[in-house]
Structures are given as structure tokens and as C-alpha cells.
């Protein structure tokens, strides 16, 4: 075209050959070429910049306020002067074909490269979008954009190579093939991660705000942050952890995730009740236990059963070991299920019940099993500190003994 050749003309008419003025022409051109693609950059940017937040000022929908912030007016601002130099780069360089084929390439891969700009900056803004929707809230959102950015890299970095080398995509994949033990060795834990995400991702494993525990890498707390490498978990005392993804499926962990979602939460623990203190409940002292309001009709039921069995079997109770008894024990644990059914903080659907576990050199271990109805942490610690003060504190009106480690005195007179 003509209007390319401006310059050529001038040069020429100043004397300058003919290798010269065309070299001096292409300068001239590529520079008013550079001038004006900053120019139509700059105006495209501005309209389309004001344009998405009138219409993310106009909307109700979030998503567009995220677009804004994501910085997508401004990829695709870019894509219009763009247009301009692929459509007229040939056209200045007619006379230089090398150099024109060179071009064409370099542009090619830079719309390549903007689009998956584009396609990122829309990813990251819909990233933003469902994580401030409760629905999404606790999906690992960032490991899903990310397996989607690496395939379109992979396609990306294809085109790229076959753009570049005037190759072909069956000869690409036998160079692929013939290095890819060394590229896997290379890449292995990007691999590994890649791999073990989608496995979290598709097996709901771990989602974020979940509470997990892993001795391994001393993570004891929540979920904040799931991503393809790594997995960041904020500890109860304030610290972080990060966890790499692979060893989500490769190691064992523990998540608390059941437990929130049920119905209650489980208290296990057991008094170590004295051997020696257990003993049969005398005729004269069922009275005073009558008296206990936990116990009252069960006594009486209990008492009529057992005084019908020792009459029908003839049983001599002057040996108060004859027959059948109660014993001050029976008695405790009987109360303890009794105080607990009674007790607003525990759920009384889920599995009660108070048991002996085999007794050890300390005692006999009497274990509480039952589960609090409030799952919270610092609620469910005041439910169970609740029932072990009234247990403990109950445990003398049973004549019964906790068992206490008797700690040897020190010698002061032989301290140095």
C-alpha cells in the first residue's frame, strides 16, 4: 500500500539507495506502527474499563465486580491492537520475508499467550465469585482453576512449539514420548501434586474450613487454603501448617469433617475407681442411697428383684456374700447413666452408657461413653467439665475411692 511507502519515497528523494531508503522505511513504519497500537491499547483500556464498571455498578451480580478486579477489560483491551499489527505487519514487511514469517510467528504466540491471560483473569474472578457463595464456600475452588490452566498451558506450550518449529503434532508427540521419563522425573512432584488434587478434589476428602489432624507434619486445626502443591491448615494455637497434597493420599490424617456434620460429639473417659473400696450395700444403708433421686425406683425395683431370688433360692444372709447383692459400684455407675440421661447438654438419641474396663494395678477403670449435643469446642469442653466435677464430687457419697498416685518425698538433705 501506498501509504506504507511514504517514507521510502522521501528517503529517495534525498539520494539515499534503494537498500537504504527500504530499510530506513521499515524503521519509519514499525515505529508509527508501535505508536499507533499503544494509542488504540490505551483508548480500547479506557472503553472498556468504564464500560465494565458501569455495567458491574448497574448489575447485582458480583461476578462483574470481580471481572473489574481481575483485570479483564484490560486483557481484552489488548486483543484490538493486536488485530491491527497482525493485519498489518504483512504488509509492511512485503519486501522482507524472512523477517515477516519471523513476525507472524512472534504475534501468533503472543494471542496464544493473551488468551490464556484472558481465560485466567475470567477463571480468577469466577474463583472469587463461588467463594463467596455458602454452596462453594467449602470446595478446594483454587485446585479446580488450576488443573484447568495446566491443561490449557499444555495446549498452549503445544501450539507454541508447533508454531515455532513448523512441526507437525505426530512428530511432536514421538519427541514427546522419547524424553518423557527424563520430563517426569523432572516434574515429579508437580506430578504427584497434580495427580493427588484431583484425587482430594473428586473423593471430597478434605474441603476448606474442615477440621484435620496430622501428626506427621503437626497440623491440628482448619483448612484454610487447598491448592495443587499444597494444602494450609491454620492450627488451633494460631500457627500454619502447610501439608504437601500428596501426602493427603499417601499418608493417614484424621478429619473431623463426620463428627460436625452428626449429631453429636463424643465424650470417652473413665475414673479410676480404688479396688478396695468396692463393696455389698448392708440392708441397714439401702435407705440412705433410697434417698439419692437417680436412684430411688431403680433401688426399689432392683431390691425387690433380688430379695425374690435369695427368698425363692433359699440363700442364708447372715454371709452377706450369698445370693445376689447390691454393690456400692453398681450403685455409682446406675447414677452416673441416670445423671447423664438427665443432663440437657447431651444428646440422648446417640449411644449412652457408663462401663467397666479391664482393671488394671491403678484401679477399675469405670468409662463414661455419650455425646454432647453442641460440637463446639469451647461449649463442648464445659458440657463434659459440667458432668466429671458432679461425678467426681459424687464418688465419696458411694464410700468409694479415687485412685491418686502417692508421690515418693524428696529428700530435700541430699539436694545439691
Same mark, same amino acid.
Given at each position: 500500500?501506498? +501509504?506504507?511507502?511514504?517514507?521510502?519515497?522521501?528517503?529517495?528523494?534525498?539520494?539515499?539507495?534503494?537498500?537504504?531508503?527500504?530499510?530506513?522505511?521499515?524503521?519509519?513504519?514499525?515505529?508509527?506502527?508501535?505508536?499507533?497500537?499503544?494509542?488504540?491499547?490505551?483508548?480500547?483500556?479506557?472503553?472498556?474499563?468504564?464500560?465494565?464498571?458501569?455495567?458491574?455498578?448497574?448489575?447485582?451480580?458480583?461476578?462483574?465486580?470481580?471481572?473489574?478486579?481481575?483485570?479483564?477489560? !484490560?486483557?481484552?483491551?489488548?486483543?484490538?491492537?493486536?488485530?491491527?499489527?497482525?493485519?498489518?505487519?504483512?504488509?509492511?514487511l512485503s519486501k522482507f520475508t524472512y523477517w515477516e514469517d519471523f513476525f507472524e510467528k512472534g504475534v501468533k504466540i503472543y494471542i496464544i499467550i493473551l488468551s490464556l491471560w484472558i481465560t485466567r483473569s475470567i477463571f480468577n474472578a469466577l474463583k472469587d465469585y463461588l467463594k463467596n457463595?455458602?454452596?462453594?464456600?467449602?470446595?478446594?475452588?483454587?485446585?479446580?482453576?488450576?488443573?484447568?490452566?495446566?491443561?490449557?498451558?499444555?495446549?498452549?506450550?503445544?501450539?507454541?512449539?508447533? +508454531?515455532?518449529?513448523?512441526?507437525?503434532?505426530?512428530?511432536?508427540?514421538?519427541?514427546?514420548?522419547?524424553?518423557?521419563?527424563?520430563?517426569?522425573?523432572?516434574?515429579?512432584?508437580? +506430578?504427584?501434586?497434580?495427580?493427588?488434587?484431583?484425587?482430594?478434589?473428586?473423593?471430597?476428602?478434605?474441603? +476448606?474450613?474442615?477440621?484435620?489432624?496430622? *501428626?506427621?507434619?503437626?497440623?491440628?486445626?482448619?483448612v484454610i487454603e487447598i491448592n495443587l502443591a499444597t494444602v494450609k491448615v491454620r492450627n488451633f494455637d494460631n500457627t500454619t501448617t502447610t501439608i504437601p497434597t500428596y501426602s493427603l493420599i499417601s499418608d493417614s490424617f484424621k478429619n473431623w469433617r463426620g463428627m460436625l456434620d452428626s449429631?453429636?460429639?463424643?465424650?470417652?473417659?473413665?475414673?479410676?475407681?480404688?479396688?478396695?473400696?468396692?463393696?455389698?450395700? *448392708?440392708?441397714?444403708?439401702?435407705?440412705?442411697?433410697? !434417698?439419692?433421686?437417680?436412684?430411688?425406683?431403680?433401688? *426399689?425395683?432392683?431390691?425387690?428383684?433380688?430379695?425374690?431370688?435369695?427368698?425363692?433360692?433359699?440363700?442364708?444372709?447372715?454371709?452377706?456374700?450369698?445370693?445376689?447383692?447390691?454393690?456400692?459400684?453398681?450403685?455409682?455407675?446406675?447414677?452416673?447413666?441416670?445423671?447423664?440421661?438427665?443432663?440437657?447438654?447431651?444428646?440422648?438419641?446417640?449411644?449412652?452408657?457408663?462401663?467397666?474396663?479391664?482393671?488394671?494395678?491403678?484401679?477399675?477403670?469405670? *468409662?463414661?461413653?455419650?455425646?454432647?449435643?453442641?460440637?463446639?469446642w469451647l461449649n463442648y469442653e464445659h458440657i463434659m467439665a459440667d458432668l466429671f466435677d458432679h461425678i467426681m464430687a459424687s464418688v465419696i457419697h458411694f464410700d468409694l475411692e479415687i485412685f491418686e498416685s502417692i508421690s515418693t518425698p524428696t529428700n530435700k538433705s541430699n539436694e545439691k
Amino acid at each position: 500500500m501506498k +501509504i506504507f511507502n511514504w517514507a521510502y519515497d522521501l528517503f529517495k528523494s534525498l539520494n539515499f539507495n534503494d537498500d537504504i531508503a527500504s530499510y530506513f522505511n521499515l524503521g519509519v513504519n514499525i515505529i508509527v506502527l508501535v505508536l499507533v497500537s499503544y494509542v488504540l491499547d490505551f483508548l480500547f483500556k479506557k472503553i472498556f474499563i468504564i464500560v465494565l464498571a458501569v455495567i458491574a455498578a448497574r448489575t447485582k451480580s458480583s461476578f462483574d465486580d470481580f471481572l473489574v478486579a481481575n483485570k479483564t477489560a !484490560k486483557y481484552l483491551a489488548h486483543l484490538f491492537p493486536l488485530l491491527f499489527i497482525y493485519k498489518t505487519v504483512p504488509v509492511i514487511l512485503s519486501k522482507f520475508t524472512y523477517w515477516e514469517d519471523f513476525f507472524e510467528k512472534g504475534v501468533k504466540i503472543y494471542i496464544i499467550i493473551l488468551s490464556l491471560w484472558i481465560t485466567r483473569s475470567i477463571f480468577n474472578a469466577l474463583k472469587d465469585y463461588l467463594k463467596n457463595k455458602p454452596r462453594y464456600s467449602d470446595k478446594p475452588i483454587d485446585s479446580y482453576i488450576q488443573v484447568i490452566m495446566i491443561v490449557l498451558w499444555i495446549f498452549g506450550i503445544t501450539s507454541f512449539v508447533l +508454531i515455532m518449529f513448523d512441526t507437525t503434532m505426530k512428530t511432536l508427540l514421538t519427541t514427546f514420548g522419547a524424553i518423557s521419563a527424563l520430563i517426569f522425573l523432572i516434574f515429579k512432584d508437580t +506430578i504427584l501434586g497434580f495427580v493427588a488434587s484431583i484425587q482430594v478434589s473428586v473423593n471430597d476428602m478434605v474441603r +476448606i474450613g474442615d477440621w484435620i489432624t496430622m *501428626e506427621k507434619f503437626g497440623a491440628d486445626g482448619d483448612v484454610i487454603e487447598i491448592n495443587l502443591a499444597t494444602v494450609k491448615v491454620r492450627n488451633f494455637d494460631n500457627t500454619t501448617t502447610t501439608i504437601p497434597t500428596y501426602s493427603l493420599i499417601s499418608d493417614s490424617f484424621k478429619n473431623w469433617r463426620g463428627m460436625l456434620d452428626s449429631d453429636g460429639r463424643r465424650i470417652k473417659r473413665h475414673l479410676l475407681i480404688k479396688a478396695n473400696s468396692v463393696k455389698f450395700i *448392708e440392708t441397714l444403708d439401702i435407705d440412705k442411697y433410697k !434417698k439419692i433421686q437417680h436412684l430411688t425406683s431403680y433401688i *426399689e425395683h432392683r431390691q425387690a428383684d433380688i430379695d425374690k431370688y435369695n427368698n425363692l433360692n433359699n440363700i442364708d444372709k447372715t454371709v452377706i456374700v450369698n445370693g445376689r447383692n447390691l454393690t456400692n459400684l453398681g450403685l455409682f455407675r446406675k447414677y452416673i447413666n441416670q445423671y447423664i440421661l438427665s443432663h440437657p447438654g447431651i444428646n440422648k438419641d446417640m449411644l449412652l452408657m457408663v462401663r467397666y474396663l479391664q482393671p488394671t494395678e491403678k484401679g477399675i477403670p469405670l *468409662e463414661i461413653y455419650c455425646f454432647s449435643k453442641d460440637k463446639t469446642w469451647l461449649n463442648y469442653e464445659h458440657i463434659m467439665a459440667d458432668l466429671f466435677d458432679h461425678i467426681m464430687a459424687s464418688v465419696i457419697h458411694f464410700d468409694l475411692e479415687i485412685f491418686e498416685s502417692i508421690s515418693t518425698p524428696t529428700n530435700k538433705s541430699n539436694e545439691k
